[in-house]
T-cell receptor, first 116, second 109 residues
Framework: EPEVTQTPSHQVTQMGQEVILRCVPISNHLYFYWYRQILGQKVEFLVSFYNNEISEKSEIFDDQFSVERPDGSNFTLKIRSTKLEDSAMYFC??????????????FGSGTRLTVV | SQQGEEDPQALSIQEGENATMNCSYKTSINNLQWYRQNSGRGLVHLILIRSNEREKHSGRLRVTLDTSKKSSSLLITASRAADTASYFCATDGAQKLVFGQGTRLTINP
């Protein structure tokens, strides 16, 4: 069964450093998303991406965050200057259609980001 | 804003029993989805029910949706130890999902 692949599975970084989280969505999917889950809390929407541009973003997704699809397969989330409160599990997801039309998302296994 | 809220927050049952989890939300939806998350792992899509559907089955899963009460339930029949996980409902909200806090289900052997 097709999977969404995320790398790395765990990243530890110093506060103030830049991190790039990588995702390979399912190949025929057109919509891409990032979500995060702070330990013990809800899964929160960060950003959706379609046709090489951001479709929607949450208030969490401030100027420190950016997304990119640098080639035909990867989808990345960059955090420019990490803060302690950015420590969370970050999930990438993709969907073939705009999700409310047909089906659910396929989520990756997540990258656990620890900012020290 | 739309918000899925599950109850109970935690549920512990014996293997073989049925588990029922409930979800309430605040605004109108196009669909409602249920996901499972094993500890520290990713989210696995279980089932989607559209707003014009009242009940849906998938294997041992049964989902109901009552749009008049803005609520949904997930029933897992004949539970197994492997069903131990957190279960989340998620409502759509214009190109994004809004997740609830989840129900932590523990199946005791």
């Amino acid at each position: 069964e097709p999977e969404v692949t995320q790398t790395p599975s765990h990243q530890v970084t110093q506060m103030g450093q830049e991190v790039i989280l990588r995702c390979v969505p399912i190949s025929n999917h057109l919509y891409f998303y990032w979500y995060r889950q702070i330990l013990g809390q809800k899964v929160e929407f960060l950003v959706s991406f379609y046709n090489n541009e951001i479709s929607e973003k949450s208030e969490i997704f401030d100027d420190q965050f950016s997304v990119e699809r640098p080639d035909g397969s990867n989808f990345t989330l960059k955090i420019r200057s990490t803060k302690l409160e950015d420590s969370a599990m970050y999930f990438c997801a993709s969907s073939e259609h705009v999700f409310y039309s047909f089906g659910g998302y396929t989520f990756g296994s997540g990258t656990r980001l620890t900012v020290v | 804003s739309q918000q899925g809220e599950e109850d109970p927050q935690a549920l512990s049952i014996q293997e073989g029993e049925n588990a029922t989890m409930n979800c309430s939300y605040k605004t109108s939806i196009n669909n409602l989805q249920w996901y499972r998350q094993n500890s520290g792992r990713g989210l696995v899509h279980l089932i989607l029910i559209r707003s014009n559907e009242r009940e849906k089955h998938s294997g041992r899963l049964r989902v109901t949706l009552d749009t008049s009460k803005k609520s949904s339930s997930l029933l897992i029949t004949a539970s197994r130890a492997a069903d131990t996980a957190s279960y989340f409902c998620a409502t759509d909200g214009a190109q994004k999902l809004v997740f609830g806090q989840g129900t932590r289900l523990t199946i005791n052997p």
